[in-house]
């Protein structure tokens, strides 16, 4: 262990029910009072990044093999910040192992109301720490993201600032039931592998390489015992079709989000992460938010020199009062992408969506299988079998360069040879010579231009919260298809960013079921051929007798049916 840092492990923290949670602290040797960055929640504090999540870590380091300069990344846990560096910067750093997880007893319900007090009564436990300058300041990924959202809306007093790097927030929406499909596949890998294996009192728990002890507490339960103690998210899910109250009790309330944030968001994380830091810079009561946009797998960034020194800025700038000209900067930071390349450019703009997008709308034509940039004068009809790949719509060359950037929606009509329909909606673009254009996302390594989903019965609007490039549906009434009759949908599809040469061409592809390239699947988490591990294939959410029949698109006039694009002007 560095000189200059005192560890304390394992040290509780008593809840109010009497329960009491452990929480690791690593913080400077020094007689002033220092800042906290924290977090909370069940990956077990103790199990080690390298060898819990060792396929993760290595993809990190061997693509970047001199990440984290500065520091032996001896104290690494998932998805959290690095000990050892932001010592070394004078910040404390404060790990919490959530109720029921890790080596914290009780009952496991994440994303619960009671793990949301539980989080704000830590922060209020830190900040009141002898050697705390009182200043609590969040910061994660995914996980350490969401909670943000949720536990900033019970506006603990010592919670100053917060960076929910790359977090869902609205429980339905963003990850439970795209447009109303439960999204079944990623929930059912990601708890058993990252929950369930973590659970307190897991016998066959991890080691804490630190403490020399298993990460799940000296408690050993029973399988059984283990299973009465906790919920069962899954299930939620599947019987919850509609949003209801249970979604909304795990989702946070905008209006009472008042603390300072920056909002870091993947530009290719559909099905889970980047519609909520969208949505919080666009909801949240906060008047002092930043938005930010980066590529890249959902850890990556997080890390790397670029992240870093943003954090370090913010939370130096909130948390330590120190007047770097923070406050002075643009609210919105844009890593603009290209194609094939890795490389990209910053940008800083003024707001979100950008205020000089010219919303510019590309219209299906049925009639010649394409998409225009005229409204078409004929009728057309597009059919096919809903669990085929579906249709897939062309538009012609660019004339000239493009950047599109920002939230994107379809209109389309529709009808159905059944009582009901799930639209799966994937943008594309293609270069001259066929390739398709394509970059890493969340976890998917050939992620496309942009993603969105719909389920027909679920078609109502929420008029005062819908927006022509968000549309916003409200998932409480259900509204069975007459076949053969033709509805009107729109469709979200989630924001992303990518400025395409001439000669480039765009694309929708619109389905019933997930979007799937032909070929062997990449990618080691999940066999990936497209839309990561995000797929919606429990059927019993999608019987094949009602989403296995046959869509129509109706085109032309009466049914103009485009989707609408940021196209944002060259300067």
């Not at 000189?3 to 009497?18: K, N």
């Not at 839309?531 to 046959?550: A, Y």
């Amino acid at each position: 262990m560095p000189a200059d840092m005192i560890q304390e492990r394992d040290l509780p923290v008593a809840m109010d029910d009497g329960t009491v949670l452990r929480a690791d602290v690593f913080r400077p040797r020094t007689n002033e009072r220092v800042p906290i960055i924290m977090t909370m929640g069940p990956y077990a504090k103790g199990a080690r990044y390298q060898d819990h999540y060792k396929m993760m870590w290595d993809w990190l380091a061997a693509k970047h093999p001199d990440i984290l300069p500065g520091s032996t990344r001896s104290y690494l846990t998932w998805e959290t910040v690095d000990p050892e560096i932001w010592v070394s910067w004078d910040y404390a750093v404060i790990r919490v192992d959530s109720r029921g997880a890790g080596r914290s007893p009780g009952y496991l319900d994440i994303f619960s109301p009671r793990e949301t007090r539980d989080y704000a009564a830590c922060i209020e436990w830190a900040g009141r720490l002898p050697w705390s300058n009182g200043k609590v300041g969040l910061n994660g990924i995914s996980y350490y993201a969401i909670n943000q959202w949720q536990v900033a809306a019970e506006q603990p007093k010592h919670l100053t600032a917060m960076i929910p790097w790359e977090g869902a927030a609205d429980s339905y929406r963003d990850w439970s039931r795209h447009g109303g499909i439960l999204n079944n596949h990623f929930y059912a890998i990601w708890y058993e592998r990252q929950v369930l294996s973590v659970q307190h009192g897991n016998p066959g728990g991890p080691p804490d390489p630190w403490l020399g002890e298993r990460a799940t507490g000296p408690a050993e339960l029973t399988t059984e015992a283990r299973f009465e103690n906790r919920a069962d998210g899954a299930e939620n899910m599947r019987v919850r079709e509609m949003d209801d109250d249970w979604y909304r009790a795990r989702s946070p309330d905008w209006s009472k989000v008042t603390t300072p944030f920056l909002s870091a968001a993947s530009w290719a994380g559909f099905g889970l992460h980047p519609r909520g830091n969208f949505e919080a810079f666009t909801q949240a009561a906060s008047t002092e938010k930043w938005l930010e946009g980066h590529p890249g797998r959902h850890e990556e960034w997080f890390y790397l020199d670029y992240g870093m020194a943003l954090q370090k800025r913010f939370f130096d700038y909130y948390l330590k009062g120190e007047e770097n000209g923070w406050a002075d900067e643009p609210r919105v930071w844009l890593n603009i992408r290209r194609p094939f390349t890795e490389e990209v450019e910053l940008r800083k703009e003024d707001d979100w969506p950008l205020p000089q997008t010219q919303w510019t709308k590309l219209y299906l034509d049925a009639a010649g299988g394409t998409l225009q940039w005229d409204v078409p004068t004929a009728n057309g009809e597009a059919t096919f079998a809903a669990l085929s790949d579906g249709v897939t719509w062309h538009s012609p060359p660019l004339e000239e360069e493009a950047e599109i950037t920002g939230p994107m929606a379809l209109k389309c009509f529709v009808s159905s040879s059944t009582v009901d329909a799930d639209l799966f909606v994937t943008v594309q673009a293609f270069a001259p010579d066929g390739r398709e254009v394509h970059f890493q996302g969340t976890l998917d390594p050939a992620t496309p231009l942009a993603q969105g989903w719909l389920r027909a019965s679920h078609r109502k609007l929420d008029p005062e919260r819908s927006l022509p490039h968000r549309p916003f549906h409200t998932h409480d009434d259900k509204q069975p298809l007459l076949p053969g009759q033709i509805y009107e949908l729109d469709v979200e599809i989630w924001p992303q960013c990518v400025v395409l040469p001439a000669g480039y061409s765009i694309a929708v592809n619109i389905a019933g079921k997930d979007f799937e390239r032909a070929g062997e699947p990449l990618g080691e988490y999940s066999p990936m051929r497209g839309s990561g591990p995000f797929l919606h294939t429990e059927p019993r959410d999608r019987p094949e007798d009602v989403f296995g029949g046959d869509t129509t698109l109706h085109t032309g006039p009466g049914t103009e049916s485009w989707i609408l694009l940021p196209i944002i002007p060259a300067r």
